[in-house]
């Protein structure tokens, strides 16, 4: 079998040159500029230089292959220039490397006459290796104790940026502040109040530094420290504090509800450090706040918040009183209650907490002890607030004998017998009546729980009363009744 095989096709290509890298700036002056680079790879026939001013007229000069530095020369003085190298061989052209630089400017002399005197005043601005300066310092959020400062890109890019500020005519205490080069921002803290700064910043590239853009910002003043608050009542509070640094005009008190409500504010003489705040609601969450003011200018805010009391309950009074119970009432207070608290005391006795749901107004008391005196206390609460506390005192009754019965009932006689109170008793009153309208009243010493009734008459029906006495006090009456 014949093995057959095509003519090869064939083109000719040309592969990309590689460009000169690492274009910068070494060194500057009013009318020159002198740069270096990275070789390019391969070979070339030359380099060439395209320089621009910020006027746009474009130059060129063609660098021999060999060189990897050149100075540009009658440059304008004071000007930025967009400067690139290509490499080049034949009509193939690399891709550009490109740096921004500037020239400098020139030193200025001014020379003014005065009474025969000659005073000579040189202004120098310095050349730096074709660095454009940081421009647009910009000063914000400024207060007593810091100030937030932002920049422009510096250009080329720097290698680390400096920045110093002092007091102004107090250059001993200039602080200097290192920064990473890609930094556009810095917050100074630490600052005097009411104090004016001088504030400068650098680009350093390498060992060269670039012209300082320098500016100046004065701090506010500082407000007043160590907001306290006492007395608290349910419609007022005192407000206590520290002077600020800074002089000022006075202060302004400013308070108002957290929840809904206007904002409403005093002003307080620079000679005082405390204030009462009148006029509040109560059982109500304030937030309070404090500053200087000197002029049109005020100082920060402090600010805390504040539950004023609630107020009391009122008219707390004990009614219906009996040997064992008493029925207790009370008029609400204006604040919202979730419950209150009673507590019922008698003689030296730990007292019985009661809580007693918010929405009541009365609360009847049971189980007391007869011919008792009763301390009660109250106070309302909601949450963690508390009202302060209202009393009133008042004593249950004398409570009667109990279960009196007549028994062993004869023709003429019945004995009488019963259960004595639970209080202390000094005698008993015991009378019996006949339906004939007979009444006989008879004293009954205290120990005694019976007595015979004698001389009865016959067939006739009889009520007896009982009642127990203790000094001027008797109880109620009970009764009982049989039929001789």
Known sequence: MNSQQSVPATMNARTELDSPRDLMVTASSETS?????????????????TFTPSSGIASEVTVPKDRTSYTLTDLEPGAEYIISITAERGRQ??????????????????????????????????CFAGFRPISHLHFSHVTSSSVNITWSDPSPPADRLILNYSPRDEEEETM????????????????????????NLVAVHGTVTSEPIMGSITTGIDPPKDITISNVTKDSVMVSWSPPVASFDYYRVSYRPTQVGRLDSSVVPNTVTEFTITKLYPAT????????????????????????????????????????????????PVSEVENYVIVLTHFAVAGETILVDGDSEEFQ????????????????????????????NFSTLLDAPANLTASEVTRQSALISWQPPRAETENYILTYKSTDGSRKELIVDAEDTWIRLEGLSESTD??????????TERSSITSTAFTT
């Open 176 to 199: 200097e502040v290192s920064l990473d080069a890609t930094k556009r921002h810095a917050v100074l803290m630490g600052l005097q109040p009411a104090t004016e700064y001088i504030v």
């Open 365 to 392: 008391l049971v189980d007391l002890l007869p011919r008792t005196h009763y301390t009660v206390t109250m106070y309302a609460a909601s949450g963690p607030l508390t009202s302060g506390t209202i009393s009133t």
């Open 33 to 49: 500029i002198s740069l270096i680079w990275t070789k390019a790879s391969g070979p070339i026939d030359h380099y060439r230089i």
């Open 285 to 332: 969450e304030y937030e309070i706040s404090l500053n200087s003011v000197r002029g049109r200018e005020e100082s920060e805010r402090i600010c805390t918040l504040v539950h004023t009391a609630m107020d009391n309950p009122v008219d707390l009074t004990a009614t219906n009183i009996t040997p064992t119970e008493a029925l207790l009432k009370w008029k609400a």
């Open 462 to 471: 009889y009520t007896v009363l009982l009642q127990a006495a203790q000094d």
């Open 93 to 126: 052209q690399s891709l550009e490397s490109t740096v921004d630089a500037f020239t400098g400017t020139r030193t200025v002399e001014i020379s003014a006459g005065f009474r025969d005197q000659r005073i000579l005043v040189t202004i120098h601005v310095l």
